[in-house]
């Protein structure tokens, strides 16, 4: 009986007990191709023979850049796993530079592309990695070895034997992969994550998750370089559930629909999106189809669970969900039974408003530094609370320190990050993750994240943002006086502004221009709201897209240290300043409940 210690012990694993014919399905031309765990091992194990008769060692790092999930990817995974060395995924998206650092960083010798987008970006800078020996391509392009290349050198079994001697020589507490996260300062970190890390969080989440072993269905479309999807892609092969790759987020709602999934994952981001689509769309029917609607809404925004809000809700709730919801569900495929929300903050609203429509959205917290679930929620035994991340998983221990920090014990806390033991040291402190968080635990062990220790936010789409960079350029116009860029938990980045109300009469003046005299007058003039976009735009070019500031409202009052925005060294009293504003905040977001 294969016993989950690594994590190429997974598809054996399968094997052994659901054999399933659909392990792994992806869509080529149209088409949706399944690829059994049968042949997940057999490719893994010719990818794992190519691999070492390409001089790849025990050790080694070998990188994976793809645009899409796909089931080459999984393949690959395993393949270099079990070769003793460790795989470096990266983000397909950032710069070539960030590319650059990573590949000379943790001295890749291989690296596995998805398609044109990828290997552009990868050809412009390759010479200046000296380690790399070679690029192979997922997709077949002109001017690429193809990744069935690899496969044909593994073909010839012969080197089996080695293959199994290094199989056998990894440990669990060995290295398995190396994740480059976003550092404030701007270089990626390398974080180390063993086989045991994985492997524990994958096993621990499966008890989190209501799928029917060896039945269900997943649909998987965020990004597998994160930890968050890759974990869950474990732990699907262990739970026997065939996994899905969507083609893209722009054809999800297909996806979902062909598929017919009963869980997936999803960052607020994406459900935010998928509720303002399905409220447009309700705001467009007329007459007692609209009133249904908006009826059924506006119950959906009350929901609390375990029939909480009483028979008479729960009788109305029937109704909703027979007249307005089902149509959601059915939009969603109809067969959904769990989305893991992760990443970033879920707003309590999309958490009561999906879960009254049947469609349980289950809320998590996790960092990558531990791979990546801390806590989850789950529906059953009364372990779902909104507004909260759940309770912590099994082996782990969440402790919060006298200053609110969250800090984490457990078996999926990182080794550490690659090369740097300074900044390892900083985190990893008397046997504990300081996460960087702030939080709280209820008495029946429901954890809640009330802020950020630094001043880092993420968005919902599960990108991290440094606001103070972003106000450093900002001010950098002559007029902006003060700015605070917000987003924490939303869709964007936007921003707080207070002109330089000096600088602006100037302007006026020169443009023959009447602002009036009153400041709370002079922030509608439109030629001026135009002016102030011109500078935020021109600043956001040195941006990435996920940091550029979306939208900014102008502020009617002067910051001052006197009237509390301020502290008495001129920081941003951030919270402060949203509370003052939080109707100008409201407006950004268009948040009307």
């Known amino acids: 009986m294969t016993d989950v210690k690594l994590l190429f012990d997974f598809p054996y694993y399968q094997l052994e007990n659901y054999n399933l014919e659909k392990s792994l399905v992806s869509k080529y031309n149209g088409e949706w191709i399944a690829t059994s765990t049968q042949e997940y091992i057999d490719k893994a194990n010719a990818i794992s023979r190519g691999l070492i008769r390409l001089g790849v060692q025990p050790n080694d790092k070998v990188a994976i850049i793809s645009l899409t999930n796909r089931t080459e990817w999984n393949i690959c995974d395993i393949g270099i796993l079990q070769t ?18 990573i590949l000379n960083h943790s001295e890749s010798v291989y690296c596995f592309v998805s398609c044109e987008f990828v290997l552009e970006k990868i050809n412009k800078i390759k010479d ?8 192979f391509s997922f997709d077949e392009m002109e001017g690429s070895d193809h990744w069935s290349e690899v496969l044909k050198l593994g073909e010839d079994d012969s080197n089996q034997d080695e293959v199994e001697k290094r199989k056998s020589d990894v440990n669990e507490l060995d290295l398995a992969t190396i994740i480059y996260t976003s550092g404030t300062t701007g270089r990626p970190k390398g974080v180390m994550l063993s086989h045991k890390n994985i492997v524990s969080n ?33 732990m699907y092969q262990y739970c026997g559930a065939s996994i899905h790759f969507a083609e893209s987020l722009e054809t999800i709602s297909d996806n979902l629909k062909e598929v017919h999934p009963h869980v997936m994952s999803a960052v607020p981001r994406l459900l935010e999106k998928v509720y303002d689509k399905i409220y447009a769309k309700g705001a467009d029917l007329t007459g007692i189809k609209k009133g249904l609607f908006f009826w059924a809404v506006d119950l959906g925004l009350k929901y609390e669970p375990y029939g909480q809000n009483g028979w008479w809700y729960e009788f109305q709730l029937k109704i909703a969900r027979k007249l307005i919801f089902s149509k959601w569900k059915e939009a969603l495929g109809g067969e959904l039974k769990a989305i893991a929300s992760g990443s970033a903050a879920l707003q309590p609203r999309l958490a009561r408003v999906f879960n009254a429509a049947g469609l349980p959205v289950m809320e998590g917290y996790g960092l990558t530094e531990t791979s990546p679930v801390v806590s989850v929620n789950d529906m059953r035994d009364f372990h779902f609370r909104i507004g909260t991340v759940g309770k912590a998983l099994k082996n782990t221990e969440i402790k919060i320190a006298e200053d609110g920090e969250i800090l984490i014990k457990g078996p999926q806390v990182m080794m550490g990050y690659f090369k740097e033991p300074k900044l390892t040291n900083e985190v990893l402190k008397d046997g504990y993750f300081h996460t960087g968080d702030i939080g709280e635990v209820d008495d029946e062990g429901f954890l809640k994240i009330t802020d950020r220790k630094k001043e880092m936010f993420k968005t919902s789409g599960g990108k991290y943002v440094a606001p103070q960079i972003l106000e450093n350029a900002m001010k950098e116009s002559f007029f902006i006086e003060q700015i605070m860029v917000v987003g924490d938990g939303e869709k964007m980045p936007a ?32 030629r001026l709201i135009q002016r102030v976009q011109e500078e935020i735009d021109l600043q956001n070019e040195k941006f990435g897209k996920w940091e550029k500031i979306k ?7 002067i910051w001052s240290i006197e009237s509390g925005h301020l502290t008495p060294t001129m920081k941003l009293k951030r919270k402060v300043i949203k509370q003052k504003y939080i109707a100008l905040y409201n407006k950004i977001y268009e948040h009307n409940f």
Request: charged share 25%; glycine share 4%.
């Open 84 to 101: 003793g060395a460790q795989d470096v995924p990266i983000y397909p998206t950032i710069s070539e530079e960030d590319y650059m650092y």
């Open 128 to 135: 200046q990695v000296p380690t790399l020996k070679g690029v």
């Open 202 to 234: 994958a096993i621990s989440s499966t008890y989190r998750l209501p799928m029917e072993l060896g039945k269900s269905k997943s649909l998987s479309f965020l990004p597998v370089c994160h930890i968050y999807e890759r974990m869950l892609l474990y």
């Open 495 to 526: 921003a707080l502004v207070q002109l330089n109300i000096d600088f602006v009469k100037e302007w006026a003046k020169r443009k023959d221009l009447q602002l009036g005299e009153d400041l709370s007058e002079i922030i509608k003039n439109e």
């Open 551 to 557: 939208r900014f409202e102008l502020t009617p009052d």
